[in-house]
């Protein structure tokens, strides 16, 4: 008990210094624009929050990978995971609310013990549309994990998976080495029982971010090198490409501050802002929903520590009376998903 307070409070400091370093907004080239600013001079703020459509659940922070970028933090020793009473709570808000998708992550999702008693309860009070965001590698960790393939058709689960590159050695840079082969591996399992093909209901996108200190391109034109190169040296095929910004937080921000790239990165993030973008980001249809059940606007400011603005703080209080409409909780990371073509979790917004 006393090593998970002491785990929390470490969390919440660190939390507290992240956000400290992006208010701080002083650089050499003098100030960043705050991005309550920004979205003022379009008379965009505040930003409210509209008809919940997505329940985002992040069921554990425990991964069997420490990725570079990873904005959750997450890795084999978290041990944060969500408990059976949390997920029923969740199940009854299902229930009441009009949300049509579930979006379940980590970590790697898959490692919550109670994962697939989540997801079969979830069916039965009515869950239509399942997201899982899975990180691959964890299909072939061990036998455990072996049928996931199976058990994702059987429930129709939309599968979003983490692709870096098409190729091995930016792949392995950004996630670990090996990474890239067993990615592979589990490519060619989701394909082999209809997931990513032609023509088929069963949904395989990928994911990729930049592995370095510069935005994506265009999400178009990587999705065709991705699938030309798949195809051709693997015979893989996948539905969609999502293409992320690396947002200023967690390890991200802590590679961005010790390669001395954090400045420039931020301008970068300003320079190409998008008031488009503004409109569509994913916090005002999505409610993220935490390992220990509090409620954020989106995952991003889950990390951050920063709680929805509502007196329903937690799952057990939930109300949407008192959540749609709230004010979104905003702060100069919100830049990274309102750049160039936007960015949210399903990829490009604008």
């Known amino acids: 008990m006393l090593k998970s307070l002491h785990k929390r409070h470490s969390e919440l400091a660190n939390s507290k210094r992240q956000l400290e370093i992006l208010s701080n907004g002083i650089f050499k080239s003098g100030d960043l624009p705050t991005f309550k600013s920004k979205i003022s001079e379009t008379n965009q703020f505040p930003l409210k929050a509209k ?42 808000v299902i229930k009441q609310t009009g949300a049509h998708t579930l979006d379940l992550t980590g970590g790697a999702p898959e490692m919550n013990p109670d994962f697939r008693w989540f997801v079969e309860e979830a069916s039965k009070v009515g869950v239509k549309d399942f997201i899982v965001r899975s990180n691959l590698t964890i299909i072939t960790a061990n036998k455990k994990y072996c049928n996931l393939p199976e058990f994702f058709k059987k429930h129709n689960i939309h599968v979003v998976s983490s692709m870096p590159h098409w190729t091995k050695g ?154 749609e409409g709230r004010d979104i909780v905003i702060s100069q990371h919100c830049y990274g998903c309102t750049a160039g073509a936007g960015s949210s979790c399903q990829g490009s917004v604008a």
């Open 51 to 92: 008809k919940l459509e997505i329940l985002q659940i992040n069921v554990g922070y425990m991964c069997n990978q420490t990725c570079s970028h990873c904005h959750v933090d997450a890795g084999p020793d978290r041990k944060e995971i969500m408990t059976r009473e949390t997920m029923q709570q969740i199940l009854e």
């Open 170 to 323: 930016k792949t392995d840079k950004q996630r670990g080495d090996g990474v890239f082969n067993k990615s592979i591996e589990a490519l060619k399992m989701l394909n082999a029982i209809g997931y990513g093909m032609p023509n088929n209901h069963l949904k395989l996108d990928l994911v990729y971010n930049p592995s370095g200190a510069f935005l994506p391109g265009n999400q178009s034109s990587l999705e065709k090198d991705f699938k030309k190169a798949l195809k051709e040296d693997f015979n893989i095929q996948f539905h969609k490409l999502f293409a992320l910004t690396n947002l200023p937080i967690s390890r991200f921000l802590d590679y961005l501050i010790a390669s001395d790239n954090y400045e420039d990165y931020m301008y970068a993030l300003v320079e190409a802002y998008n008031p488009i973008a503004v409109a569509n980001v994913m916090c005002t249809n999505t409610l993220s929903v935490s390992w220990d059940g509090y409620l954020y606007d989106c995952d991003f400011n889950q990390m951050l520590n920063l709680p929805v603005n509502s007196k329903a703080k937690h799952i057990s209080e939930y109300n949407e009376a008192l959540l």
